[in-house]
């Protein structure tokens, strides 16, 4: 694993994230503890920084806002709002090729102006989320469309965890 620059690390026993896109595996740490870590599905077109890309963000990032507190499992948002509908087989059936966003959602914002921040990189204005998925969809593997794809039971477990402004590093 890259280890991010000392200087960089959140303080001694916060909360922070790391997403790691080459393993497809989130972890959170307490401090330098790792605590647990899952399996996510990131961006098919690989990573990289530029709007339109499709590709997953790196860098310093943090929980800008979750969404979705209270709603049940498997809720789908558009527009990171709840459309009343849950998700089932049949309105899968319904709606072929729609990219579901599930459960929860936990909108990234970037911390390095120029890289992950601002202009054409700006992951806020991308829409960059960690967000539930169908469970058809595999997990270990690229496959959304920049996003940070995890299974519900996951996705709950780490948005009681990462509360707004919580860091969070992505690499490769």
Do not use: K
């Not at 890259?2 to 026993?13: I, V, Y």
């Not at 590709?55 to 009343?84: D, E, K, N, S």
């Not at 059936?93 to 990189?121: K, Q, S």
């Not at 829409?127 to 996705?155: A, F, K, N, W």
């Amino acid at each position: 694993m890259p280890t991010p620059r000392l200087d960089a690390l959140p303080p001694e026993g916060a909360t922070w994230l790391e997403i790691d896109t080459a393993r497809q595996r989130l972890v959170v740490w307490q401090g330098r503890e790792a605590r647990v870590d899952y399996p996510v599905s990131t961006g098919l077109a690989g990573t990289g920084q530029r709007e339109g890309s499709g590709r997953t963000p790196l860098g310093w990032h943090y929980v800008r806002a979750a969404i979705g507190a209270g709603q049940p499992p498997g809720t789908v948002f558009r527009g990171r709002r709840p459309t009343g509908e849950r998700f089932s087989p049949a309105l899968a059936a319904a709606h072929p090729g729609r990219d579901w966003i599930l459960t929860r959602i936990l909108w990234l914002c970037g911390l390095e102006p120029g890289h992950n921040r601002g202009g054409d990189v700006d992951s806020q204005r991308r829409y960059i989320y960690l967000h539930g998925t169908p469970p058809d969809q595999p997990m270990g593997e690229p496959r959304s469309h920049g996003c940070v794809r995890m299974r519900d039971d996951d996705l709950l477990a780490v948005f009681e965890l990462a509360v707004p402004g919580t860091p969070v590093w992505l690499h490769d």
